[in-house]
Nanobody, 125 residues
Framework: VQLQASGGGLVQPGGSLKLSCTAS???????IGWFREAPGKDREGVSCMGNSPSNTYYKDSVKGRFTVSRDNAKNTLHLQINSLKPEDTAVYYCAARRGFILSSAYWSPNAYEYWGQGTLVTVSS
């Protein structure tokens, strides 16, 4: 199983990026998550999705700015990030698992078996 993340980069405050995560060896049917890790901070979840788009969740600080989506035909996850702020600077990771879990567990990194390598997002003027 491999998750390949891409799309990070250097962007000015207020800008946008679209992160992608393409999977091989696993079909992204079950819970997926986007996490980030800023320097000196713990890894935190920013968005999670269950097996249905109706089960989509966002960290409060990113609501209205981040949008997660899943392209089943391409077995790819996306995270559209708009109105970027300097505090969004972090390495962003995609994560996936096989099998059902309760939505209350979506935010725990331990719930995910597979991780992408991370893609760096830097927000700076």
């Amino acid at each position: 199983v491999q998750l390949q993340a891409s799309g990070g980069g250097l962007v000015q405050p207020g800008g946008s990026l679209k992160l992608s995560c393409t999977a091989s060896g696993i079909t992204l049917n079950d819970a997926i998550g986007w996490f980030r890790e800023a320097p000196g901070k713990d890894r935190e979840g920013v968005s999670c999705m269950g097996n249905s788009p109706s089960n989509t969740y966002y960290k409060d600080s990113v609501k209205g700015r981040f949008t997660v989506s899943r392209d089943n035909a391409k077995n790819t996850l996306h995270l559209q990030i708009n109105s970027l702020k300097p505090e969004d600077t972090a390495v962003y990771y995609c994560a996936a698992r096989r099998g059902f879990i309760l939505s209350s567990a979506y935010w725990s990194p331990n719930a995910y078996e597979y991780w992408g390598q991370g893609t760096l997002v830097t927000v700076s003027s």
